[in-house]
């Protein structure tokens, strides 16, 4: 859209004005009696999400339940990560979830399970165990760096995390 | 909880629940079951009940129109004035807590026609004097746009009824083996009670069946962990 700023019903009664100066109120010009918040545009330089089927277009099939398409048209530059790596054209093929166009993608790389530990729609279901491992060790600055050694820090590459995890390496394509 | 909720939602209506809400998800699809059939249910996660696919942006259009006759929120504090905080606890820039639901609720409270918060502790950390963040403020000064608004907060004692225009939350109903005394002793601002208090009336055996029946088994499609942590 590239406008600098969109009006937002709601907000107004809300220790949000407070803390945000960047959150105006205006009346609105078409209708004085109304008071009207402002919130900026958010331009981020870069978008991260991940998609079920990704092409050598840039094409990405994403589950329809994200806002994947959103954050891609809002950013500079968008990388998706996928399951699965397709050699066709997405846009020639039917599926049940959105297609983001490879116009709106600057890289696609193939990461399997790359939604853990959360789930991803019709595909795998959260890993609770792992979720509680990092809350819990989310308590802690020590804690919550020894998380990080092991799970980020410590794996050289994504098939390394996945075997940390105890998930199966991927399969090479 | 889940029952009582479930008994406020009516036939034909469209009812919203948002993340990380099982009690209100299952009141959902128990009065789905069992008096509105004809209820349309948004619920976050499910597959089943997720009619768009347009991602949250377009259930949050879909939401800021005016089109969910209910919608649910949890709350970390609430207050007697219908103020709820799920944005931080202590000072906004350095919070002992800082809480993720404010994204949607400071716009969804005031367009949602009935908002229902539902809190499994009752006690005075949470029911405060006054809450440390207004994430949703119970009334708003003329000239705001706002078509909906705190209906009803449904806890694991009571059941508090939302008055708009005296700002103020009434005690409704008590649960069963609840007395007006401990919700009292829980509750940190005044009680504005009916007296005698009337009692939450209990969950039929139907209800109870079809909870712990057909609607844990749709619940668990899209709260495995909740569910697993009920048996």
């Given amino acids: ?173 | 909880m889940a029952v009582a909720i479930a008994r406020r939602l009516r036939d034909g209506e469209t009812i919203a629940v948002g993340s990380v809400s099982p009690i209100p998800a299952s009141a959902c699809l128990l009065a789905k079951r069992r008096h509105a059939p004809g209820a349309r249910l948004i619920l976050l996660g499910s597959r089943a009940h997720f009619p768009f696919n347009g991602g949250v942006q377009e259930f949050y259009n879909y939401a800021v129109r005016g089109r969910l006759d209910v919608f649910f929120a949890s709350g970390a504090q609430i207050d007697g004035h219908g103020n709820f905080n799920l944005s931080v606890i202590g000072d906004y820039d350095r919070p002992t807590v800082r809480l993720p639901g404010g994204r949607a609720n400071g716009i969804l409270s005031f367009v949602a026609k009935r908002l229902i918060l539902f809190r499994t502790e009752h006690s005075r950390r949470v029911f405060v004097p006054k809450v440390d963040f207004i994430t949703s403020p119970g009334t708003t000064p003329e000239g705001v746009y706002r078509i909906g608004g705190l209906h009803a907060v449904v806890t694991d004692l009571c059941v508090f009824e939302f008055d708009r225009a005296k700002g103020r939350l009434e005690l409704g109903t008590v649960h069963p083996g609840v007395t007006l005394a401990e919700v009292e002793s829980r509750t940190g601002f005044p009680l504005h009670a009916p007296s005698p208090v009337p009692a939450t009336p209990s969950p039929s055996a139907e209800e109870l069946e079809l909870l712990r029946g057909p609607v844990r088994e749709e619940l668990g499609t899209f709260y495995p962990e909740f569910v697993k942590q009920q048996s």
């Fill in chain 1, 1 to 173: 859209m590239n406008v600098p700023f969109v009006p937002v019903r709601g907000l107004l009664g809300t220790d949000y004005m407070k803390v945000r100066p960047d959150f105006r109120v205006l009346a609105n010009p078409y209708d004085q009696r109304e008071d009207i918040a402002l919130v900026p545009a958010i331009a981020p330089d870069l978008a991260v999400f991940h998609g079920l089927r990704g092409d050598r277009h840039g094409n990405v099939i994403t589950s329809g339940v994200l806002d994947a398409k959103l954050i891609a048209q809002a950013s500079r530059r968008a990388v998706a990560t996928v399951e699965e790596v397709s050699d066709g054209d997405l846009t020639r093929e039917a599926h049940t979830g959105v297609l983001v166009p490879g116009i709106h993608v600057s890289a696609v790389v193939h990461a399997p399970h790359g939604a853990h530990p959360t789930a991803f729609e019709g595909r795998y279901p959260m890993d609770g165990e792992h979720v509680r491992e990092y809350v819990n060790a989310a308590g802690s600055d020590a804690t919550f760096a020894a998380w990080l050694d092991r799970y980020v820090y410590g794996v050289p590459d994504h098939a390394a995390y996945l075997e940390r995890v105890r998930l199966a390496a991927p399969a090479a394509r």
